[in-house]
C-alpha cells in the first residue's frame, strides 16, 4: 500500500476487551504487538518514582521522551513489560495507574514525545496496535481500523472481576462496582472531550459493541475483516 508494515488498529475505551483481541490477532498473524495505553501509563508510573505532579507537562514530556521500556511476550501469551530494567507488568494494571495515564495522556506534549516511539513499533510482518487514537492519529493510514465498545456497567464488571482475580486492588479488597463504574465515567469523559487526540472511532472503522459477546465472538468478527487481507484460521479462539 505504501511500501510499509501493515497495521491493524483496535481502538476504544477500556474494558471492551482490546487487550485480548489485539494479542490474539497478533499470535494469528505472528505480527507485531503495540500496548499504546502501557507507554501512557509507564510515563505516569515513570513520573510518579521521581515525584513529579502529573500536570508538569514539560517535564512529564521530557520523561515520555526518554521511557526505557521494552514490551516482552511471555509463556500464555503473556506480555511482560519493563520499565528501567524492572518489571511493572502488575504495577501499571492498577486503577491508580489507569487514572493517571489518562491525566498525562490528556497533555499535548506527552502526546507528542510518544508519538513517534509509537509510530517506530511499525515494522515488518505487520503490527497490531491497541489505544485509543492509533486509527485517528498514530496510523492514520492503518489497512483496518477496528473500534470496540461496551455498556459502562459491564466494562466496570469485567473491571471488577480482573481486580478479584489478580488481587490488584491496592487495599487487597474488593472494590465496589458502583466506584469503578464512576471512575469509569470519569476517564470516559476525560478522554473523549480532551482537545489532544480524543477517543472517537475512526471514520473509516469497523465498529462493535462487545456488551453481550464473548471473547470468541469478538475475535472471529475482527477475523473476519482481517481475513479480506491476510490469512487467519477459521476456527474461532479456544
Known amino acids: 500500500m505504501n511500501g510499509m508494515a501493515p497495521v491493524i488498529t483496535v481502538d476504544g475505551p477500556g474494558g471492551v476487551g482490546k487487550g485480548t ?7 494469528q498473524l505472528g505480527w507485531r504487538l503495540l500496548d499504546s495505553g502501557a507507554l501512557y501509563r509507564l ?5 510518579q518514582r521521581r515525584n513529579l505532579p502529573l500536570d508538569d507537562e514539560p517535564q512529564v514530556a521530557t520523561i515520555a521522551a526518554g521511557l526505557d521500556v521494552e514490551f516482552t511476550a511471555g509463556e500464555s501469551g503473556i506480555l511482560h513489560i519493563i520499565l528501567d530494567g524492572e518489571e ?22 506527552v502526546r507528542a514525545a510518544l508519538l513517534q516511539r509509537q509510530r517506530d513499533f511499525r515494522q515488518f510482518p505487520g503490527l497490531i496496535a491497541d489505544g485509543r487514537d492509533m486509527g485517528t492519529v498514530v496510523f492514520p493510514d492503518a489497512e483496518l481500523k477496528l473500534f470496540l465498545t461496551a455498556d459502562p456497567g459491564e466494562r466496570a464488571r469485567r473491571r471488577h472481576n480482573q481486580l478479584s482475580e489478580k ?10 462496582l458502583a466506584a469503578l463504574e464512576r471512575e469509569i465515567a470519569v476517564r470516559d469523559a476525560r478522554d ?12 473509516d472503522a469497523k465498529i ?10 469478538v475475535c472471529e468478527w475482527a477475523a473476519q475483516h482481517a481475513r479480506l487481507q491476510w490469512p487467519i484460521p477459521t476456527h474461532q479462539q479456544d
Not at 510515563?43 to 513520573?47: D, E, F, G, Q, V
Open 21 to 27: 483481541l489485539c494479542q490474539w490477532l497478533a499470535t
Open 43 to 47: 510515563t505516569a508510573l515513570a513520573a
Open 208 to 217: 462493535l459493541d462487545t456488551t453481550h459477546l464473548s471473547i470468541a465472538q
Open 88 to 109: 511493572v507488568s502488575t504495577a501499571i494494571r492498577r486503577e491508580t495507574a489507569g487514572n493517571a495515564a489518562s491525566q498525562v495522556a490528556a497533555l499535548p506534549q
Open 167 to 176: 488481587n490488584l486492588s491496592e487495599n487487597k479488597m474488593n472494590v465496589s
Open 192 to 203: 473523549i472531550h480532551r482537545t489532544a487526540a480524543p477517543l472517537t472511532p475512526a471514520a
